[in-house]
């Protein structure tokens, strides 16, 4: 398995960014997909995380009502949809894939390379 980010960029703040996340290999649909962000000098932190039927989603509490996250069992890819961006979004968001959501940012599952994100004010 192996993941690719894609999405990022430079956003004013209150703008609206969708990332995505596509999957390699046949197991997708029996994975659960969450979101992840780094700031430099910081621990990377749990964004969003969605099971593998998209049935559950889980939101870090500073995200919540700003950001979605959604899947496309079809096309092997999961999203977060970001409104109402902060300046302190600002952060390289990764992915990661394991068969269930973690909020720890482990050694476990499998994790895209990041895309940066960056919201001005």
């Known amino acids: 398995v192996q993941l690719t980010e894609s999405g990022g960029g430079l956003v004013q703040a209150g703008g609206s960014l969708r990332l995505s996340c596509l999957s390699s290999?046949?197991?997708?649909?029996?994975?659960?997909m969450s979101w992840f962000r780094q700031v430099p000098g910081k621990e990377r932190e749990f964004v969003a995380g969605?099971?593998?039927?998209?049935?559950?989603?889980y939101y870090a509490d500073s995200v919540k009502g700003r950001f979605t996250i959604s899947r496309d069992n079809a096309k092997n890819t999961a999203y977060l949809q970001m409104d109402n961006l902060k300046p302190e979004d600002t952060a390289v968001y990764y992915c990661?894939?394991?068969?269930?959501?973690?909020?720890?940012?482990?050694?476990?599952?499998?994790w895209g390379q990041g895309t940066q994100v960056t919201v001005s004010s």
């Open positions: 969605i099971n593998f039927n998209a049935e559950k989603t």
């Open positions: 290999g046949d197991t997708f649909s029996a994975r659960a």
């Open positions: 990661r894939t394991d068969y269930w959501v973690s909020q720890v940012a482990d050694g476990a599952g499998v």
